[in-house]
């Protein structure tokens, strides 16, 4: 009988997306899961889980030594990875002159640099493999802009482009790609994930009651990182021939997506002569 059981690794799991996929994918048979997170002992929720398919691992994506071991660690147990999930993140509120300076390129190293990281260290098994899948989790960000978000945004649109890019490079390697785009989930992103400047100078006081409520709202949001764990599970358990590139997830991120994007489609037609007029003539 052919072995389907799949190891998925993710990081980030302490809370989250990242827990909740980490429980979806505990109480399945057909995976071999790596949990990784800062600090191990707030897995404690998996011991409930544990049967010999569960690897918990000590990863901060910003740190180079701590990826290296993780990859070896998973090769070393399951002798492959199929799915990687570069779930980690952080948030940023602030207008764009008042954030500071360290931390939104904090922020770029882990929800940036830190996925690239982790996708380079997990390539060349994929590849050697010629399968893999990895989902990297983007936001509504990653495609629609509001005020006082400019730096999560930077972090978010890189992550897209450098994702579309990549999947073209290794499309005929059997490595594929899923952005997952979601608008407000109920996790600790908004709360203790994300730092809030409020504004000092006075034109920006308008924007003080939208990070004050994404302090208060934190928690409150729509979306159910449960039923987000079930959707990734089955896109990539029973669609990856089909992959989405893009997974807008959430009524606001599915409506938002759409609006953004028609909206482009008519400005790009509206100014289709202008454009063509910048060539040299053939
Ligand atoms: N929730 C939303 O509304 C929403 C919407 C769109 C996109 N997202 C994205 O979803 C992803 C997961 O966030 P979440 O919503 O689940 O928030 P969360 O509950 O705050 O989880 C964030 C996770 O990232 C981990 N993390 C932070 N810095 C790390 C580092 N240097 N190395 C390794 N792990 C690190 C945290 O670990 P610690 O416990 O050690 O801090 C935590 O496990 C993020 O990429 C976020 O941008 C969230």
Redesign the pocket.
């Known amino acids: 009988m052919i072995d389907l059981t799949k190891t998925w690794v993710i990081?980030?799991?302490?809370?989250?997306?990242?827990?909740s996929l980490a429980i979806y994918l505990a109480q399945k048979d057909d995976v071999n899961l790596v949990a990784?997170?800062?600090?191990t002992d707030?897995l404690a929720y998996l011991d409930q889980y544990d049967h010999g398919q569960i690897l918990k691992q000590t990863?901060?994506?910003?740190k180079q030594d701590e990826i290296a071991a993780t990859v070896k660690a998973v090769n070393d147990k399951f002798g492959g990875l199929d799915v990687l999930i570069n779930?980690?993140?952080?948030?940023y509120f602030g207008t764009f002159e008042e954030s500071d300076r360290d931390a939104v390129r904090y922020m770029f190293?882990?929800?940036v640099w830190?996925l690239v990281d982790m996708t380079r260290a997990v390539l060349p098994t994929m590849r050697a493999q010629k399968s893999g899948i990895i989902v990297n989790?983007?936001?509504?960000?990653g495609l629609a802009s509001f005020p006082t978000l400019s730096f999560?945004h930077g972090t978010?649109h890189a992550v897209e482009g450098i994702t579309d890019s990549l999947a073209q490079e290794v499309a005929d390697q059997g490595i594929k790609f899923m952005l997952?785009?979601?608008?407000?989930?109920?996790?600790?992103?908004?709360?203790?994930?994300s730092q809030k400047a409020m504004p000092k100078i006075a034109a920006y006081q308008q924007f003080a009651d939208s990070i004050e409520g994404s302090k208060t709202g934190a928690h409150h949001?729509a979306?159910d990182?449960d039923k987000a764990a079930a959707i990734i599970y089955d896109q990539v358990t029973n669609h990856a021939a089909d992959l989405p590139l893009h997974l807008p997830l959430g009524k606001f991120a599915s409506d938002m997506a759409i609006a953004k994007y028609e909206k482009s489609l008519g400005e790009f037609k509206a100014e289709r002569d202008l454009s063509i007029s910048a060539d040299q003539p053939e």
């Open positions: 990081t980030g799991t302490s809370t989250g997306f990242g827990k990784t997170a800062r600090h707030q990863l901060d994506v910003t779930n980690a993140g952080l948030g190293d882990v929800n830190g989790f983007s936001s509504i960000a999560y978010k997952i785009e979601p608008s407000g989930f109920r996790t600790d992103w908004a709360g203790r994930s949001e979306g990182p």
